[in-house]
Each structure stands twice: as structure tokens, then as C-alpha cells.
């Protein structure tokens, strides 16, 4: 009898078992993908160059988040609730891709061309700094965007195709130009980049054509909302890359490489989270319909296997680290060190990012943003500090504050909030 009821039980758990593994395989393909991309161009440019591009990266992770104003968000949870919307909001998130994109490229260009000045690395045209924005802020948007409107529309094998297939492609044009036309500056790359990821944008419009053309008209209701949800990964994205700008301050540009394939490493694992994330969402959004209470059983099961990801994957990295410098090359020999150091922050960010989604699904974006918005706000302050005074320990011991902050004040606030609701859906309100 008990055999009948843990088959039962697996049937029922075997679609979010199978879903999951394809979400997760994508993004692994995916970081895998990222990882030898950053080995080509490591080798490729440098530990000068690649230093120089590590911290442009920095300054494109952030305005990638800013990109759009957060319309992606209502993309995902309007069409998933009511796939009707879909046009209406499709339209709304390229008109404010576009209309951010101009403010992002042209401001981004001259405060990048003003902060590299300060620095002692070699200096940079104004050309490759327009076409690396141009192609890591908006082009970056648009592809993110066919991801966006895949998973809202329930597609998650295309969207895990979009993923997978952009990794591919940006291994591909890095193996490409380093290893056959013999790139080796960033001003090369940075033609190569801009063009390998436009053509990816075309394609990927290209698939989202037969479910109908957008309708360009900017959703008014949306942009409060959009904004609240785009400040919280702006503020994230720059606290994950304060230590970056702070460190290329004073430190050599080969440490800065060394250090940023390590959080790019770190980042990028992840995947195990954020393939969870990707399914879990639009769920919460359903179940948290008719209140926030509803969702919360979802959410706890959610968190064990966070918490269980985080770990293997925390393990994983760190028994790894000492075999990162045969693949980057041997001028990145701090890589093991960072890498083990910055690994136990995976299994912190899986214990607040389940809260922080039933927050943001649910529709409660204010209260998602001032989670957010507030410990990354205090928390690049503080990093940056600790990054300036005793960089890199310093600022090892600020990520776990900040990350172990985050986790405690989210599930605070939730729980709190369920409360909340839970007492008015029983008082009929």
C-alpha cells in the first residue's frame, strides 16, 4: 500500500520534476557556456584588457536592470494570469527599451569615459564604449525579453532554448574571433560582440512573430509597478559590482580580472536558484491570486529545495576552485582563492530569493523593493568601504552581512504579511 502511495505521489511530482531539469539544464548550458566564453577571451586578451573589460561589464550589469524601466515583470505575471495582454504589453516593453536605451548608451559612455580616466589602465575610444553598452544594455534587453515573453506565454522549452542558444552563440563568437581571426584587444571584441548579439535579436524576434505583433503604446498603470521592480535588480546590480569599480581603483588590473572571473563564476552558479525561480514564479502568481496565504505551503516547499541547491552547488565550487587556473591561464592565480571565498554566498541568496519572488508574483512590489532597494542601498555603502579598507577580506565579510541580512528581513516581512492576509481573507474582506 505504501509502494501505491509514493508512486502516486511521484506521478504527481514528475512534471515539476521534468520541468525543473530542462529549466536547469538550460541555465547549466548556459554557465557553462559563460564560463568558457570568459576562459577565450582571459586568455584572448589578457589580464590587462580583460581587466579593463571586467570593469565595463560592471558598469553594463547595471544598466542592463535599468533597461525597459522593469516592464519585463509585467509581461511575465499579466500574460501568464491572462495571455490576452500579450501584444499590449510587448509593445509597452520595446517602446521603454527604446526610450531608456537612448539615456543609458549616451550617459553611460561619457561617466564610463570620465571613471576609466581615474583609473592607471589603458584608455578606451569612445566607439567601443558606445558598441559594448549598445550591445550589453539594449540588445542584451531585447533578447532578454523573447526569454520574458516565452515564459509568460507557459513556452518554457523555447525559453530554455532562447537561454541556452545566447550562451552558445557568445561561446561560439568568442572562440571565432580569439582563436581564428586572432582578436586580442577590446576594441576588436567589442565589434564582435555588438554583432554576434544583434544577430541573435533578430532571430529571436524573428520566433516571436506568430504569436502576433506587439502593440506600441506605453501602459501607464504598469510603470509604477515596473520601476519598483527594475530599482530592486539596479540596486543589486550594483551591489554585485561596487567591489569591482572600488577595486579597480587602486588595485592592478590583473587582480580586477582575477577577482571578476570569480564573481562571474560565483554569479553564474546561480543557475541552480534561479532555474527553480523561473518555474516557481508564475505559479506564485497564480496561487497568490486570491491572497497571499495561499501561496505560502508552495513557498516553504520551495525553500527546502533552495536551500539543498544552494548547498550542493556551494560544494561543488569550492572542491573545484583549485582547478579554475588551468582554464583561465596561469596570470589568474588568486582565482582558486576568491572562488572558496565568495562560494557560500550561493546558499544565502537561495534562502531569501523564494521570499522575495512570492513577494514580487503576488503583486506586492513595494514591499519587494523596500526589501531590496534598502539592504542593496546599504549594502553597496558598506561593501565599498570594506572594499576601500581591507580589500579582499573586507569584502568577503560584507557580501555574507549583506547576503544574510536580505534573507532575514524578507522572510520577516512575508510572513508578516501573511498574517495580514490570512486574517482578512478570514474576516471576508
Not at 241 to 257: K, Q, S
Request: hydrophobic share 55%; glycine share 10%.
Amino acid at each position: 500500500m505504501s509502494g501505491l502511495v509514493a508512486n502516486e505521489r511521484l506521478q504527481r511530482l514528475r512534471p515539476a520534476l521534468v520541468g525543473y531539469l530542462l529549466s536547469s539544464g538550460a541555465l547549466a548550458s548556459a554557465a557553462l557556456s559563460q564560463l568558457v566564453t570568459f576562459a577565450i577571451l582571459a586568455r584572448a586578451l589578457g589580464p590587462l584588457e580583460f581587466g579593463l573589460f571586467v570593469q565595463i561589464s560592471a558598469v553594463t550589469a547595471i544598466a542592463v536592470q535599468l533597461c525597459g524601466l522593469g516592464a519585463s515583470d509585467g509581461l511575465l505575471r499579466r500574460v501568464a494570469r491572462k495571455p490576452g495582454s500579450y501584444a499590449a504589453l510587448l509593445g509597452h516593453n520595446l517602446c521603454l527599451i527604446a526610450l531608456s536605451g537612448v539615456v543609458l548608451v549616451s550617459g553611460g559612455a561619457i561617466a564610463l569615459s570620465a571613471w576609466l580616466r581615474i583609473g592607471t589602465g589603458p584608455s578606451v575610444g569612445a566607439g567601443t564604449l558606445v558598441l559594448l553598452l549598445f550591445g550589453n544594455v539594449v540588445v542584451v534587453r531585447v533578447i532578454l525579453l523573447v526569454e520574458t515573453a516565452f515564459l509568460g506565454l507557459g513556452r518554457f522549452d523555447q525559453a530554455n532554448r532562447t537561454v541556452a542558444g545566447f550562451a552558445l552563440m557568445r561561446m561560439a563568437v568568442a572562440g571565432l574571433a580569439c582563436q581564428v581571426f586572432g582578436v586580442s584587444t577590446l576594441a576588436e571584441w567589442a565589434i564582435w560582440q555588438f554583432a554576434g548579439y544583434l544577430l541573435y535579436a533578430l532571430a529571436g524576434a524573428v520566433s516571436l512573430r506568430r504569436f502576433g505583433r506587439p502593440r506600441f503604446a506605453i501602459l501607464r498603470e504598469e510603470l509604477v509597478p515596473g520601476l519598483l521592480f527594475a530599482s530592486q535588480f539596479a540596486m543589486r546590480a550594483i551591489r554585485a559590482n561596487v567591489d569591482l569599480l572600488v577595486i579597480g581603483l587602486f588595485a592592478p588590473l590583473a587582480t580586477v580580472g582575477s577577482y571578476g572571473v570569480a564573481r562571474r563564476i560565483v554569479d553564474s552558479s546561480y543557475l541552480a536558484i534561479d532555474a527553480l525561480n523561473r518555474l516557481l514564479y508564475p505559479r506564485l502568481a497564480r496561487a497568490s491570486r486570491d491572497g497571499l496565504h495561499n501561496a505560502l505551503p508552495l513557498t516553504k516547499r520551495a525553500l527546502v529545495a533552495a536551500l539543498g541547491l544552494g548547498l550542493a552547488t556551494c560544494l561543488t565550487l569550492f572542491l573545484l576552485a583549485p582547478e579554475l587556473p588551468v582554464l583561465f591561464g596561469r596570470h589568474y592565480q588568486d582565482l582558486s582563492f576568491f572562488v572558496r571565498c565568495l562560494s557560500g554566498t550561493i546558499i544565502l541568496v537561495g534562502a531569501w530569493a523564494v521570499a522575495v519572488d512570492l513577494l514580487g508574483a503576488s503583486g506586492r512590489q513595494d514591499a519587494r523593493a523596500w526589501i531590496l532597494n534598502g539592504a542593496n542601498l546599504l549594502g553597496s555603502a558598506l561593501i565599498a568601504g570594506a572594499t576601500w579598507l581591507a580589500a579582499p577580506v573586507g569584502t568577503f565579510v560584507a557580501l555574507y552581512l549583506v547576503e544574510g541580512a536580505i534573507a532575514g528581513i524578507a522572510w520577516l516581512v512575508l510572513l508578516r504579511l501573511v498574517r495580514r492576509s490570512r486574517l482578512r481573507a478570514g474576516a471576508g474582506l
